[in-house]
C-alpha cells in the first residue's frame, strides 16, 4: 500500500490480522498506564497505518505518555514528537520516567493547536488526544485541509457527543474503532482475552472511548471545516440556552427531583 491508497475500514479489517502479531510482540513489554487509549485502539491505528511506514508521528495530549509509548514500541524507525500543552502536571515526571529509554520520542511543550499546524509535513501521521471534541475534530480537519497528513486520528468521540454526530453525518471517509467488527474481533487486546458478545455486523456499538481515523481522502475537509465550526457554534449556543433557562426556573427544595 503506498500514501496514496485511501484508508477505508474494510481495508483496515482485512489487513488486521496480518498485523496482529508483531502487534503484541512490540507492545507484550510495556508498563501500562490505565488512564491511557486502550490497547484495542492502538491497534487500530497501527494496522490502519503500518503499511504506509510513517516516518513520523505527532501525538497530541501526553499526560502519562501510555499512547506515546506504544507508538515508541510499534514504530520503531518512526521519530514520535509528543506535545503536551501542561508543563505543570504531575503526569510529566510519570511520563519523564516511563519515556526515559525510548530513543526515537521528542517531547515538547505547548498547544498543539499552534504547535501542530507549524510542525506538520507531508506524510505524517498525527494523533489527537487532548483537545477534546469539537476542537479535537477542528484540529484535525485544518491539518487534513493541507493535504500533508496521510492520517490524521483522534480519540474519545463518543456516541451520543455532537461532535460525533457530525462526523456521523458529514464525513463518511472516516472510520471508528467502536464499529461492530473491531470491537469483536479486537476488544479482548483489553480484557487480556475475555470474548465480548456477538453484534450484529450492522449494530451501534456503545463500546466507550472511540478512536476515529480521518484519512487523506478526497473529502472536501476546507468545506467540512467550516460545517465544523458552524456545528460547533450551533452546540455553544444551545449550551447556553440551556443553562439560561436553568437559571431561570425558580428555586426548588432540596429533594426535589425532575421526572426525565
Ligand atoms: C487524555 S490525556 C492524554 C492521554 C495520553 N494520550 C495517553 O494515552 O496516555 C489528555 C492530555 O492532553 C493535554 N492537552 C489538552 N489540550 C491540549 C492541547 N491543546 N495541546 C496539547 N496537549 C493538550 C492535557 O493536558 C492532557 O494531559
Known sequence: MDA??????GQLLADAPRHLRTFAERT?????EEKGIRLSEMFFLYAAIADLGPKRIIESGRARAQSTLVLSALFPAASIISIESDPT????AIAAERLKDQRNVECRFGDSRRLLPELLRAGDVVLIDGPKDFRALKLGLRLLRTGKPSAVFVHDLWH?????DFIDRHLPS???SDSAEWVQSYAALDSRGRMVPAYPANARVVYGATLGCFPASE???SVRSMQCALAQGIDRLRASARKARRRSLPDRPADFTLAA
Open 219 to 221: 473529502e472536501n475537509y
Open 28 to 32: 507484550a513489554r510495556l508498563s501500562k
Open 4 to 9: 496514496s491508497t485511501q484508508i477505508s475500514l
Open 89 to 92: 502536571s504531575p503526569d510529566v
Open 174 to 176: 472516516a472510520f471508528l
Open 160 to 164: 451520543g457527543t455532537p461532535a460525533r
